[in-house]
């Protein structure tokens, strides 16, 4: 993978390039889970790459980007993130983050705007971590640094995958090359990043102010940011829109390739389609795997071939999200600021 320099840090990516016939194509950069790397995207990136210039980045000390002695927090995150985007003078992108890449993606959409044409937000969260959760995945870090990845993975991979991934024999193969790939980090980066995410602070107080479109996506099994925090998000950014995905848990892009595929070349082509008439009000879609019937809802399921082309077969759910959470939520949020 390539390197760029970024505030003197090396920064792995990954980038496909203008497509044949695009000399000035759109770009979309994709930003990974906790213990992935860009590779997470690979089937969303051969189903977008004839249209759009796809890049990823690895965060510090995972992927292919060496690790470096600090700078694992967020705001750090975001400021590579943004650098590199300027290093790549792409400005501005379609930005899709899962998990930790969704972290930084809310930061950059809600202090950068100028640097985003849309935002996706993929299996993450806007609150801090879950304090429930922060003592079980420190000390999974400790153990990670002390032992190694292959000591604990049995207690890992029910946090990244959902329950009917894990029991398919079909995904050992997939699961097999996550771990492999994270047993050649280097430990202390793997607790390093860890600790990053577990101690990230909220950015609930910030989205409100996102303006570009953006798509919230969350598998109905996900376990580490479940539906109700895609559901938050959804309720506090303008205009945004849920889709829920079944049969999936934290890792959607790997659990439901085709199906996150499908979500993002509708998405983008609504968030760009001079024509779009955008929603007055969050919405939520149900995009199961299954078959279904057309119920007229604004975004049909379909299936993404590997060369991009789209197939429709369906249509989700339509619901509103119930405007008494989006009141509560809202004013709970502008609770302490100075009247207008």
């Known amino acids: 993978m390539p390197i760029a320099e970024i505030g003197g840090v090396p920064i792995a990516y990954s980038d ?18 906790l213990l992935f790397g860009g590779w997470m995207f690979g089937p969303q990136i051969e189903a977008l790459r004839g249209r759009y210039r796809c890049i990823t980045i690895d965060w510090r000390g995972q992927g292919e980007t060496p690790p470096t002695a600090g700078g694992y927090d967020m705001d750090t995150l975001a400021a590579d993130a943004a650098g590199l ?12 983050g899962l998990s930790m890449g969704g972290f930084v993606g809310q930061r950059l959409a809600a202090r950068q705007p100028d640097l985003l044409r849309s935002l996706t937000l993929l299996d993450t969260s806007a609150r801090q971590e879950d304090p429930a959760k922060i003592g079980e995945y420190k000390r999974l870090a400790l153990a990670v640094r002390l032992f190694g990845f292959r000591a604990i993975q049995t207690l890992v991979e029910p946090h990244m995958f959902g329950p009917a991934f894990r029991s398919d024999p079909a995904s050992g193969p997939v699961i097999r090359e996550w771990s492999g790939r994270l047993r050649r980090l280097r430990r202390t980066a793997v607790h390093a990043a860890v600790l990053g995410v577990a101690d990230r602070a909220s950015v609930l107080d910030e989205i409100p102010a996102i303006t570009v479109p953006t798509l919230v996506a969350v598998g109905a099994d996900d376990q580490a940011t479940p539906p109700d925090r895609a559901r938050e998000i959804t309720a506090l950014i303008p205009e945004a829109r849920l889709e829920i995905i079944d049969t999936c848990g934290h890792t959607s892009t790997i659990e439901q390739p085709d199906v996150v595929a499908t979500l993002l070349a509708r998405f983008l082509h609504q968030a760009t389609s001079s024509n779009e008439n955008p929603p007055t009000a969050p919405e939520e879609h149900r995009a199961d795997v ?28 339509n619901q509103t999200l119930d405007s008494a959470t989006r009141t509560r939520l809202t004013a709970r949020h502008n609770r302490g600021r100075p009247a207008q």
């Open 85 to 96: 985007i300027h290093h790549l003078g792409v400005a501005p992108v379609h930005w899709v």
């Open 290 to 317: 299954g078959s279904s019937t057309n119920t007229g809802s604004p975004v049909p399921r379909s299936s993404v071939s590997p060369q991009g082309r789209e197939e429709i077969t369906g249509a989700g759910e």
């Open 16 to 33: 496909t390039g203008n497509p044949p016939g695009h000399e000035d194509p759109q770009a979309i950069v994709f930003g990974h889970g």
